[in-house]
């Protein structure tokens, strides 16, 4: 048996806009997806959603990761079992993590000697299959870990202060919620572009203040972001209490990370403060996770 791993993410800016090719800044953290897998004479795909053979309902990422194997090497059958710590539909690139792992699983399995680029390309091509329209960040960002530019693909500082995230439990579709953005957009181009484009900036004006660590001015940015993000309507009423809680309580920044409408928002902070954010969110009525970025992107575990 082979075990992959993967991060989740965060954005510190740029979700939505970059769909639209605007630069976005994402970075991995230390919360991860586990994939084993083993031979088999079928395909099984087990995870906390239930257990499957190919099933676009139940497992569409894992399902289409299994079928762009077969146009490549003759594969038959293959156990695949998941385990993470991702919440699942949450913003923090749960879906691109469960994605990359798989494929780095079946390579190390089937012996197709995948690169590093090769892993997250294909991994952008199956987000890109199931969710409709989806950029390469998540893919991308998950698979190489660190704090990365895109498209630029270049990797910047790795940040060096708390993280904070508030989990709303609010389930929510990234592919939805990028549909309902496309539709704002096609309604109201002359107003949405312009809000597309100030969102782009963020990471423009956002990268030498996080090479430079200055993340008082990241903080700040990131505030002016999630007033976008509340502007193309993929904030919700408890994604807005626990930005305010966190900025209140210490917090450099907060804004949503993802596609919004639920899931969770991030907060950086100083280490110190940490603690204090969590417990704002808290008493606000969300899940709080403090947990750090992390360089380490895909990876085998254990064979
Ligand atoms: N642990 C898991 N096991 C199996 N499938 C998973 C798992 N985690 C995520 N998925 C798949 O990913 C889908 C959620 O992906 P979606 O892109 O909507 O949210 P996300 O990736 O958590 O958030 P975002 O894209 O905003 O970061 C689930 O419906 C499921 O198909
Ligand atoms: C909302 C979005 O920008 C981020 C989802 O984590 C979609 C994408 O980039 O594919
Ligand atoms: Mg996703």
Redesign the pocket.
């Known amino acids: 048996m082979i075990t992959c791993s993967a991060p989740g993410k965060v954005y510190l800016f740029g ?2 806009a ?2 639209y090719g605007e630069p976005a800044v994402c970075c991995a953290v230390d919360i991860r997806t586990r994939v084993s897998v083993a031979p088999a004479d079928s395909v099984t795909i087990s995870s906390s959603l239930g257990t499957t053979g190919i099933d676009f309902e139940t497992h569409p990422y894992v399902s289409a990761v299994v079928e762009r194997f077969r146009e490549i090497i003759s594969l038959e059958g293959v156990s695949i079992r998941i385990v993470s710590e991702i919440p699942v539909g949450s ?1 923090l ?1 749960s879906s691109a993590a469960v994605t990359i792992a798989t494929i780095k699983a079946l390579d190390t399995l089937l012996g197709t000697g995948l690169e590093l680029d090769d892993i997250a390309r294909m991994g952008h091509e199956v ?1 890109q299959r199931i ?1 409709g329209a ?2 390469q ?2 893919t991308y960002v998950c698979t190489m870990g660190g704090v990365v530019m895109i498209p630029q693909r270049k990797g910047l500082d790795l940040i060096d202060c708390g993280i904070v995230i508030g989990n709303t439990n609010i389930f929510s579709s ?1 592919k939805e ?2 549909a309902n953005v496309a539709e704002l957009n096609e309604s109201f181009p002359e107003v949405i572009g312009p809000v597309l484009s100030s969102i782009g900036m963020m990471s423009t004006v956002g990268e030498d203040l996080v090479n430079s660590k200055d993340y008082v001015s990241v903080g700040k940015l990131m505030n002016i972001n999630q007033g976008l993000l509340d502007a193309i309507g993929v904030g919700c009423a408890e994604l807005s209490s626990f930005t305010y809680a966190a900025r209140n309580n210490g917090a450099y920044g907060a804004k949503i990370t ?2 919004g409408g639920g899931g969770c928002m991030v907060a950086i902070a100083p280490r110190e403060h940490v603690d204090d954010v969590a417990a704002a969110i808290a008493a606000a009525g969300g899940e709080a996770v403090v947990t750090e970025a992390t360089d380490i992107g895909v990876r085998e575990e254990s064979r």
Do not use: C, F, N
Request: cysteine-free; proline content about 0%; aromatic content about 0%.
């Open positions: 979700e939505h970059v769909v913003g690139g987000e969710q989806a950029s960040t998540d990234t919620l990028v993802g596609a």
